[in-house]
């Protein structure tokens, strides 16, 4: 796929439409998991190249969905539309996860920092090594 909104019409998405995006993500991780435990899955430096890239894209991107996640809850809890199933106030747990969000926002962006920075490395690196040079005795 190679752009989402082709196939998401917002006049009617709904949270399973959102749920079901992000178990792809995760499903789509998992089969790059699988593929690459196989030689067919990186041939070429240029894979690893192009699927760093791409990893590194998706990474920055969460900071983005982590904000809105957690902007919903707070308007959620805000219109009184949230509770708890032990009965305490959903308040308590928001707030704690709010922290963890915030956490994982730092996460993610220094994770797409690293592949980033791992990636421009690999723009050097081809299929065709040089032959060894020997360095002369004295």
């Given at each position: ?22 178990r ?22 240029s ?8 990893l ?37 747990a ?19 920092g ?25």
């Amino acid at each position: 796929m190679d752009d989402f909104r082709q196939v998401v019409n917002l006049d009617h998405a709904t949270s399973d439409d959102t749920v079901r995006l992000a178990r792809t993500a995760a499903e789509a991780v998992r089969g790059l998991n699988w593929l690459t435990g196989h030689d067919a899955g990186l041939s070429q430096p240029s894979a690893a190249y192009d699927l760093t890239g791409a990893l590194a894209l998706a990474a920055s991107r969460l900071p983005q969905l982590l904000t809105q996640i957690e902007r919903w809850l707070g308007h959620a809890l805000a219109a009184g539309r949230l509770g708890h199933d032990l009965g305490e106030d959903p308040a308590d747990a928001v707030d704690a996860a709010g922290v963890f969000f915030s956490d994982a926002r730092a996460s993610a962006g220094a994770l797409a920092g690293d592949l980033n920075a791992a990636q421009q490395y690999l723009a050097l690196i081809n299929g065709n090594p040089a032959p060894a040079t020997h360095k002369e005795q004295p």
